[in-house]
């Protein structure tokens, strides 16, 4: 019995047995490469579909005769000209598919990671491949030939792809990488960390616990003792 997100293209069934579900994986080449070479873009300036733009879309590549590029948007093709178009987003971007089984979040600069070290990069390399162990997802960096920025692509079932999703951000946090994921919360230990220091005037602040504050005690006619 499959779930909406057991599809060939996805490689993901889920079958009953004994009363009782489990997830069989099938590793299927075509759908490690769906997503491979595909970066987000954003779209500005159109004025024959104005409701367009600021969407964030996948860019399918230039097409030379045409001299526009081919966005994905709602599972549609859509030839755009280079002027409409924004080859670097926000890092944290985010881009649902395949009914929410697949997402699409843009991380950074292409440089930083060519700026890492060997070793550094294998542990960077190591640690996406936990998370994927731990949510049972399959994480695959994606690093697109000239781009300027890279995302990663995190498949699963859609109710494991937030609690992943905000894991991946700490992780990439560890390695000076940050970015924010509309939608998905901060972890506890980020929101005390912020919650710790605030900076006033330059100087940074400690705040503490929050304290009740002094009661006040008045006479009968309103005036303070």
């Given at each position: 019995?499959?779930?909406?997100?057991?599809?060939?293209?996805?490689?993901?069934?889920?079958?009953?047995?004994?009363?009782?579900?489990?997830?069989?994986?099938?590793?299927?080449?075509?759908?490690?490469?769906?997503?491979?070479?595909?970066?987000?873009?954003?779209?500005?300036?159109?004025?024959?579909?104005?409701?367009?733009?600021?969407?964030?879309?996948?860019?399918?590549?230039?097409?030379?005769?045409?001299?526009?590029?081919?966005?994905?948007?709602?599972?549609?093709?859509?030839?755009?000209?280079?002027?409409?178009?924004?080859?670097?987003?926000?890092?944290?971007?985010?881009?649902?598919?395949?009914?929410?089984?697949?997402?699409?979040?843009?991380?950074?600069?292409?440089?930083?990671?060519?700026?890492?070290?060997?070793?550094?990069?294998?542990?960077?390399?190591?640690?996406?491949?936990?998370?994927?162990?731990r949510?049972?997802?399959?994480?695959?960096l994606?690093?697109?030939?000239?781009?300027?920025?890279?995302?990663?692509?995190?498949?699963?079932?859609?109710?494991?792809?937030?609690?992943?999703?905000?894991?991946?951000?700490?992780?990439?946090?560890?390695?000076?990488?940050?970015?924010?994921?509309?939608?998905?919360?901060?972890?506890?230990?980020?929101?005390?960390?912020?919650?710790?220091?605030?900076?006033?005037?330059?100087?940074?602040?400690?705040?503490m616990?929050?304290?009740?504050?002094?009661?006040?005690?008045?006479?009968?006619?309103?005036?303070?003792?």
């Amino acid at each position: 019995r499959p779930t909406n997100c057991s599809d060939r293209r996805f490689g993901r069934f889920t079958v009953a047995i004994c009363g009782g579900w489990i997830q069989l994986h099938i590793l299927c080449n075509a759908v490690q490469s769906r997503m491979a070479g595909l970066a987000a873009v954003r779209l500005r300036g159109l004025k024959a579909a104005p409701h367009l733009n600021d969407r964030l879309g996948l860019c399918h590549g230039f097409v030379e005769e045409t001299g526009r590029w081919q966005v994905e948007l709602d599972g549609e093709i859509k030839a755009v000209k280079s002027d409409n178009l924004l080859q670097s987003v926000e890092p944290g971007s985010l881009i649902f598919l395949e009914n929410r089984c697949l997402a699409h979040i843009t991380v950074g600069r292409t440089a930083l990671l060519d700026q890492m070290d060997e070793e550094v990069r294998e542990t960077l390399n190591s640690d996406l491949y936990a998370l994927g162990e731990r949510f049972d997802v399959r994480v695959e960096l994606n690093i697109v030939e000239g781009w300027p920025q890279f995302s990663v692509l995190v498949r699963g079932v859609p109710e494991q792809l937030p609690p992943s999703l905000q894991d991946l951000r700490a992780i990439f946090g560890h390695y000076d990488i940050a970015f924010n994921v509309e939608g998905i919360r901060k972890t506890t230990e980020e929101e005390e960390a912020e919650a710790e220091s605030v900076e006033v005037e330059g100087m940074e602040v400690k705040s503490m616990g929050r304290r009740e504050g002094r009661r006040v005690i008045t006479d009968r006619y309103g005036r303070s003792r």
